[in-house]
């Protein structure tokens, strides 16, 4: 991957995030709260930076994994923080380790598993279900 693609990639993903957040502040009372806290400046919703284990991040997460949008946030900003800070594991399959290809990527930026891997992946969710 080139510089301009995980640019364009970059974007993608801060795009996303802008709007998954706007679909959460209209259905979600506690957070639209949290918003105003905020001065209701979306793209000055914390993105954290740091490590788990931080009181503030665990709370985040509790409270963005209760909706499927707010999911999406939160691994939009697990890609993110890939991107930033291991640039080189952005974009590669978090199972095999290929590289996951830009079309892919394109299409969903905060995809963490390669093509066949995901297949996998659901093949044995369906022989669980
Ligand atoms: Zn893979």
Known sequence: ??????AHLEKRLLEERERMLRTLAKFDE???IAMEENDGDLTNYPFHMA??????????KDFLLASKEGRQVYWIDDALRTLYKEPDKYGKCQECGDEIGFERLDLV?????CVHCQR??????????
């Open 120 to 129: 996998r992946q659901e093949d044995r969710m369906e022989q669980a279900a």
């Open 30 to 32: 506690n957070f639209k």
């Open 51 to 60: 490590d788990e284990g931080t009181d503030t991040l665990e709370r985040e």
């Open 1 to 6: 991957m080139d510089e301009k693609q995980r």
């Open 109 to 113: 930026p905060w995809v963490r598993l």
